[in-house]
């Protein structure tokens, strides 16, 4: 088990908060005993939130990878010909790194501001997001859209256009709350629906 990089400073600072309670203690109980305690809460609660797993799934030929833990909270199209939309709302206990659905090519990221709405909410389709565009093999695409909720609004993407990535591999975390949508063409056979917990790298989301 590791952690998400911008997670090890929080870590390291919770427990340095609590290190410090634990010396302002030998002078102030009352005032190094509360110290310790949010010190190491806040240690605990970031190394949980910022978990990230190994994912050593092997998938075949022709299987599209979930690119993040949740539940599935819808699966239609959404407007525009062609391409069907898979939602997954990420709560505060579910690992918030994103991965990548194919092999291939990243063809483009594009970073957009907006609300901050809830991210469960239908609204929250027009909440600040980054659409992370991949080009696979036999001209099959795939775009990732990381949005963010009302808690914090903060985006990580680790890849960049031009970059190859592997399935599985991880392209980016949301912070505390959030929601991921994929973009599939209609093709595609969709293996998953509405109320369906799913994980990153492991649940198989569809078929070529």
């Given at each position: 088990m590791g952690f998400a990089p911008a997670g090890i400073k929080l870590?390291?600072?919770g427990v340095a908060a609590a290190a410090l309670g634990g010396v302002l203690t030998l002078w102030s109980r009352n005032f190094g005993v509360p110290v310790l305690f949010l010190g190491l809460v806040f240690a605990a609660f970031s190394a949980?939130?910022?978990r990230d797993?190994?994912?050593?799934?092997?998938f075949a030929p022709g299987?599209?990878?979930c690119p993040a833990d949740g539940?599935?909270?819808?699966?239609k199209n959404e407007g525009k010909p062609g391409v069907t939309v898979v939602r997954i709302f990420l709560s505060v206990l579910n690992v918030h790194v994103q991965r990548a659905p194919i092999e291939g090519k990243i063809t483009a990221t594009k970073y957009t501001k907006?609300?901050?709405?809830i991210a469960y909410k239908p609204e929250a389709a027009d909440n600040e997001r980054n659409l992370i565009s991949i080009a696979g093999e036999y001209g099959?695409?795939?775009?990732?859209?990381q949005i963010t909720g009302s808690i914090a609004r903060r985006i990580a993407c680790y890849v960049k256009e031009g970059d190859s990535v592997k399935i599985g591999e991880?392209?980016?975390m949301i912070y505390f709350g959030s929601q991921v949508a994929v973009y599939l063409p209609e093709s595609a056979r969709i293996l998953v629906k509405p109320g369906d917990k799913v994980a990153g790298s492991e649940t198989v989301l569809g078929l070529w």
């Open positions: 870590i390291i600072g949980y939130f910022f797993p190994e994912r050593d799934r092997v299987e599209i990878a539940t599935v909270m819808s699966v907006g609300k901050f709405a099959r695409t795939v775009d990732i859209e991880r392209v980016g």
